[in-house]
């Protein structure tokens, strides 16, 4: 398509503009940022030559190069390309409208993000939140899954807060915004999404800070069986499930149940490495030109793999004292 509109129109169009910007799309969701981020530079400033700096184009690949600076670790840049992006479209666009409520929801993650950093922006997290969920509300009513996502994340932030305060007022905001994001994600998307399986985890975090360690464990086992049903037996947000049930056995003291939950994150995260023995751990290889692990073996998600390797390694250990 790029080679197409090459040929056919000049280099400043809004055609090859656009296709500079669904590339750049293709490549974000492939995890390839640095391309992404190329692309949608080059659609950004044909856009602004083409329109002027006041147009949804050039609005969009201000938001799209926040993603990208986003994912890259550069919060505070990603901010700013995200206050751009908003300043023109509250411009241009009615208060009230979809692209306008995205801006405000990619704003609370950037802060939710350096809340872990400065306290103090989860506030302002919360704040974005909360103006992109009145939006939402607005638009779309009730019981809609751009509203589920809104308590869902206001749900975070503050079981982020409780756990960093110890303030339990802070986990039940949370829980009750957990509850009010599950009962919306059952009525329009079913049981068996894995959505609602990201609300019961988040319901077990809570219950897990509230030392109501039962109930949290039922909450997580609820999702592993979703997350099971809809992704199959080996899947990143699976290791991640078994990852924090362990950590729940774990505060309760019950070493072997912990370890053979991580043994089961385990089995979860290594492509073909099914093992219950406890003892048995993939066989990782590392390049010594690079010190990467090499391509022997497949792993859905490598801060998962080393985060289950060291808790596993704990839990042992603890076990046998």
Partial sequence: ALKIRSDNFDKDHSSIAATYTNLGNVYFTLGDYHKAMDYFQSALGISINVFGEEHPA?????????????????????????????????????????????????????????????????????????????????LFGEDHPYVAMGYNNMGIVYEEMASLSHNKEYYYKAMKLFEQAIDIRLKTIGDEHFFVASCYTNIGNVLCGLSDYDNAIEFHNKAILIYKKALGSQHALIGAAYNTLAQVYSEQQKYAKCTANYQQALNALVEGFEEKDIYMNPQIYFSRESHLPSSIIKVKSMTNLLDTLIGKAIAMEQSQK
């Fill in 58 to 138: 050039v609005a969009t690949n201000y938001n799209n190069l926040g993603s990208v600076l986003n994912e890259l670790g550069a919060h505070y840049k990603a901010l700013e390309y995200y206050n751009r992006s908003l300043r023109i479209r509250l411009k241009i666009f009615p208060k009230i409208h979809p692209h306008i409520a995205s801006n405000y929801n990619n704003i609370g993650i950037v802060y939710d993000i350096l809340g872990a950093f400065e306290p103090g922006n989860y506030k302002k997290a919360l704040e974005s939140y909360q103006k992109a969920l009145d939006i939402d509300n607005v």
